[in-house]
């Protein structure tokens, strides 16, 4: 997936079309596959749960760090 940068014009017509029919190609990709059935928090292993919850607990701590450098560059804006 490619992703535009600001500065880069709007896709032309041609473009949008094509990009398009390339995103239904993609769904096309997993028509008449089953869902799968997500397991139970206490069918996962005590090692599985331990190394999912270190994991979220990261990923949460970084988006919080992330958002208050965020808002700290926001407020510095204001003086």
Do not use: C, N, Y
């Not at 292993?45 to 970084?62: A, H, K, V």
């Amino acid at each position: 997936m490619s992703m535009r940068s600001p500065v880069q014009p709007p896709a032309m017509p041609a473009e949008r079309r094509r990009l398009q029919s390339d995103r239904s190609q993609q769904i096309d990709l997993f028509d008449g596959a089953a869902p799968m059935q997500t397991p139970a928090w206490q069918d996962l292993s005590e090692e599985t749960r331990g190394t999912l919850t270190s994991l979220m607990t990261r990923l949460i701590l970084e988006h919080a760090q992330i958002s208050s450098a965020a808002l700290l560059k926001e407020a510095s804006h204001d003086h």
